[in-house]
């Protein structure tokens, strides 16, 4: 089961998006510009750090670069069975859930930003990683304070995140160390995000959150105010509300996703954070990232082995010349409409789930000649130049594809190549 996650602010650097300006998914900030009215390609390239710490800007940015990377991603053919975000993450997992449109999640990520950059400079505050602490002692630390400072993150064992007014993370520092903290590390950061500090931001973020539509998922998104799953679109709003003042239960969040059956963890966007903290709390799955172009055939390489092959010693990582698999593409951008004749074994299933060999077939429906429809894009017809069995749909009805992008996976007749 493959779970993507998107890391939140923090994570953004300068030039993160260079590498990206000569991908085809460059296109989404081309977009994104488009529609929020801001100079994001530079913001990605040229802005210096001070800029992208900037809570409007580096949340924006981390948003949209994140959306990059899934774009790429899915032009590659992969899928999530599963999504969750780390605070800002959170939206990025809704469009990429299908929860949410990509223009509603920009407009709510902006007025995140924004409300949020008020809301720190109304009632400032600092934020500080206890590393070495547990989650019980971390917050007797804080209650020891008598004073404003909470939980911010619970990020996974041994790693929690406080935050509150700078004379309360420092006292509440003294403390952590005294209970057996191995380290405490302030972080670069002007506000006490996932507090009591950050109500000032909720009338803004809760118009919002009520001008956009929400939609139930496509795929199970875990929310970080409770580490639970959440399919009925009315809860979102509520949740990204809350989520404001409430501390991210990111370590409870990934042992959810453990326990769902998840076998990778596979962070899209800047940075790599999430995929450490994956690491420690949940050793037993896979967990990598993908923050450049170079990222993507490493990710093939892990994440899609071929039941073909096996173990042989002559197949060579890297090398993904499947003959008896073959893809077909979208002929143009536009919204893709499957053919509704065409049956795929796969529909329904988790990502990664293939159908029965060709040879060993049932369901003679599940078969595609050469030239038959299989969908549109647009008013553009889709007819597959191969012949073979539907494995499994790419893209989903009502997506938007571009031009190139996989729609339909065939395993082909040997006697049909």
């Known amino acids: 089961m ?12 300068p030039g993160m998006g260079r590498l990206w300006t000569t991908h085809p998914s460059w296109e989404v900030v081309t977009e994104a510009a488009s529609v929020s009215g801001r100079d994001l390609g530079r913001l990605l390239v040229d802005a210096p750090m001070e800029e ?42 809704l469009v990429a859930g299908g929860g949410v449109s990509f223009a509603d999640g920009l407009a ?14 109304d009632a400032p505050g600092t934020m500080a990683a206890i590393i070495g602490l547990s989650d019980d002692d971390a917050a007797a630390a804080c209650q020891r304070c008598e004073s ?12 929690v995140v406080v935050a509150g007014t700078t004379d309360a993370v420092a006292a509440v520092a003294v403390i952590a160390r005294q209970l057996g903290a191995r380290k405490v590390l302030p972080l670069p950061v002007a506000a006490a995000f996932h507090t009591p500090l950050m109500a000032g931001a909720r009338p803004a973020l809760r118009k919002a959150l009520g001008d956009a539509t929400f939609l139930a998922p496509e795929v199970p998104i875990v929310a970080n105010v409770d580490a639970r799953v959440h399919h009925d679109s009315s809860d ?7 989520q404001l003042c409430s501390p991210v239960r990111w370590r409870q969040s990934l042992e959810t996703l453990a326990g769902l059956g998840a076998t990778s963890f596979v962070e899209l966007g800047p940075g790599g954070v999430l995929s450490g903290l994956a690491r420690r709390s949940t050793p037993e799955i896979r967990s990598l990232s993908v923050a450049k172009p170079d990222d993507l055939d490493r990710l093939i390489d892990a994440v899609t082995p071929h039941p073909m092959l096996g173990d042989d010693p002559q197949v060579h990582h890297g090398e993904h010349l499947y003959t008896r698999e073959r893809v077909v593409v979208s002929p143009s951008a536009g919204i893709f409409t499957p053919e509704s004749t065409v049956s795929a074994p796969g529909t329904g299933l988790l990502p990664g789930t293939v159908a029965p060999p060709v040879d060993g077939a049932t369901a003679t429906e599940s078969f595609v000649d050469v030239g038959a429809l299989v969908g549109r894009v647009g008013v553009n017809e889709v007819r597959t130049p191969f012949a073979g069995q539907v494995i499994r749909w790419l893209s989903v009805s009502g997506e938007r594809v571009q031009e190139g992008q996989p729609l339909v996976w065939l395993r082909v007749r040997e006697d049909r190549y």
Do not use: K
Request: with cysteine.
């Open 2 to 13: 493959l779970v993507f996650t998107f890391p939140g602010q923090g994570s953004q650097r």
């Open 52 to 93: 992208l710490t900037e809570t409007a800007n580096a949340q924006l940015t981390t948003f949209v670069l994140s959306l990059v990377v899934l774009d790429a991603v899915e032009r590659i053919g992969l899928a999530p069975a599963a999504c969750a975000g780390h605070s800002l993450g959170e939206y990025t997992a």
């Open 108 to 121: 709510l990520v902006a007025a995140r930003g924004e409300a949020m950059a008020r809301a720190g400079e």
């Open 148 to 159: 404003d400072v909470w939980v911010a993150n619970y990020n996974a064992p041994g790693q």
């Open 236 to 242: 979102w709003p509520g949740l990204l509300s809350a």
